[in-house]
DNA sequence: ATCCAGGGAATCG
DNA sequence: CGATTCCATGGA
């Protein structure tokens, strides 16, 4: 695959016809590898293919383990030292981070472009977002710099409604188990890890399926949310149009969403950054940091959103993830 | 053994 | 209203 200068300019051409705010410049770096830079806004993605795996540089605001890890997603597999399977988007991604770069095993281009680089939020610049946060709030600097690498993903909305309904009054590493067992038991198979139900294959489990998954009290639960999806009570392209208070009024119709759950299925699928989930260990770290004492989740729900704004997201799991690994208030 | 978990619904006062 | 209690289940 030569690329002339005369291809190249066709290639730019089109490329910036169809976007004008992204600018693509193609080089030549050893052996025909083809390295595409990619300028969005501040943000800088070096990218190419080898041997069929697609591979950025490493960004400065990116470590896998911490964006997997800070208890954001849960349908993951760990197979070494910041080397994961992941089940999302009705796909499995193998992705790792070795000597300042990410691969995308056995990823294309195209792939990369339609999916990854929006699941990472790798259009984001982070950087600015951390400056701004510790501009509003300095003591927020500890946490960030300790969890530099975490980014907020953008996740399917179905398998985040339902993961997060059974997230409540659960530990992190059961609610995995639980979603990947619904995954393996009514799921598609997979290499390595299995690929979430939709709302038809776990409706048709029925809520003893969801028992059998050692979902609990929570199956009912689920089953009322597949019900709604199915209903079209529940869209998707709906809720991510709808802003923040609408499409959190919408979720909580479902039984078991309450305030925390439709926080966090809003911040992680429906792009709403300014939502604010306050669970056990944000109402810990809260009363730790600003209120020195006993307060009511609501009122640190108010809080945070108004102190952190359209950032809150950010702030709540920077603080959420930091506070959790030091055992802050507990 | 006992407490508690990325809470929320039902019930009570 | 606000405060209490119950919910399944198993990790720590």
Same mark, same amino acid.
């Given at each position: 695959?030569?690329?002339?200068?005369?291809?190249?300019?066709?290639?730019?051409?089109?490329?910036?016809?169809?976007?004008?705010?992204?600018?693509?410049?193609?080089?030549?770096?050893?052996?025909?590898?083809?390295?595409?830079?990619?300028?969005?806004?501040?943000?800088?993605?070096?990218?190419?293919?080898?041997?069929?795996?697609?591979?950025?540089?490493?960004?400065?605001?990116?470590?896998?383990?911490?964006?997997?890890?800070?208890?954001?997603?849960?349908?993951?597999?760990?197979?070494?030292?910041?080397?994961?399977?992941?089940?999302?988007?009705?796909?499995?991604?193998?992705?790792?981070?070795?000597?300042?770069?990410?691969?995308?095993?056995?990823?294309?281009?195209?792939?990369?472009?339609?999916?990854?680089?929006?699941?990472?939020?790798?259009?984001?610049?982070?950087?600015?977002?951390?400056?701004?946060?510790?501009?509003?709030?300095?003591?927020?600097?500890?946490?960030?710099?300790?969890?530099?690498?975490?980014?907020?993903?953008?996740?399917?909305?179905?398998?985040?409604?339902?993961?997060?309904?059974?997230?409540?009054?659960?530990?992190?590493?059961?609610?995995?188990?639980?979603?990947?067992?619904?995954?393996?038991?009514?799921?598609?198979? &997979?290499?390595?890890?299995? *690929?979430?139900?939709? /709302?038809? !294959?776990?409706?048709? +489990? @029925? %809520?003893?399926?969801? $028992?059998?998954?050692?979902? &609990?009290?929570?199956?009912? *639960?689920?089953?009322? /949310?597949? !019900?709604?999806?199915? +209903? @079209? %009570?529940?869209?998707? $392209?709906?809720?991510?149009?709808?802003?923040?208070?609408?499409?959190?009024?919408?979720?909580?119709?479902?039984?078991?969403? @309450?305030?925390?759950?439709?926080?966090?299925?809003?911040?992680?699928?429906?792009?709403?950054?300014?939502?604010?989930?306050?669970?056990?260990?944000?109402?810990?770290?809260?009363?730790?940091?600003?209120?020195?004492?006993?307060?009511?989740?609501?009122?640190?729900?108010?809080?945070?959103?108004?102190?952190?704004?359209?950032?809150?997201?950010?702030?709540?799991?920077?603080?959420?993830?930091?506070?959790?690994?030091?055992?802050?208030?507990?």
């Amino acid at each position: 695959m030569l690329v002339t200068s005369h291809n190249l300019f066709l290639h730019c051409n089109t490329k910036l016809k169809k976007n004008k705010d992204l600018c693509y410049n193609l080089l030549y770096k050893i052996f025909l590898k083809r390295i595409i830079i990619e300028r969005i806004g501040r943000i800088i993605l070096e990218r190419y293919t080898e041997d069929g795996n697609f591979i950025i540089e490493k960004q400065k605001d990116f470590i896998l383990s911490q964006t997997l890890e800070c208890g954001q997603c849960f349908h993951f597999v760990k197979l070494d030292e910041e080397d994961y399977l992941i089940s999302a988007k009705s796909r499995i991604l193998h992705i790792a981070q070795k000597e300042n770069r990410t691969i995308f095993y056995n990823t294309d281009e195209q792939t990369f472009d339609k999916v990854w680089k929006h699941y990472f939020d790798l259009e984001r610049d982070y950087g600015k977002i951390k400056s701004i946060l510790i501009e509003k709030d300095d003591r927020l600097a500890t946490a960030i710099e300790a969890m530099s690498g975490v980014r907020i993903l953008n996740q399917e909305f179905f398998e985040t409604l339902i993961s997060f309904i059974i997230s409540q009054n659960q530990q992190i590493v059961r609610i995995k188990q639980i979603v990947a067992a619904i995954s393996s038991r009514y799921g598609r198979k &997979g290499e390595g890890i299995d *690929y979430f139900p939709g /709302a038809t !294959e776990i409706l048709a +489990a @029925g %809520e003893q399926g969801m $028992k059998d998954c050692k979902a &609990g009290f929570r199956a009912k *639960y689920i089953i009322d /949310a597949c !019900e709604k999806y199915v +209903a @079209g %009570e529940l869209d998707e $392209k709906k809720l991510l149009a709808a802003d923040y208070n609408e499409a959190v009024e919408i979720l909580k119709s479902v039984k078991g969403i @309450g305030s925390k759950v439709a926080n966090c299925i809003a911040l992680f699928s429906l792009d709403k950054r300014n939502a604010f989930p306050v669970d056990v260990w944000i109402k810990r770290i809260m009363e730790a940091m600003y209120f020195h004492k006993e307060t009511p989740v609501t009122e640190i729900e108010k809080f945070g959103k108004e102190k952190y704004g359209e950032l809150s997201g950010y702030a709540q799991q920077y603080l959420f993830y930091y506070g959790k690994t030091l055992n802050i208030g507990k």
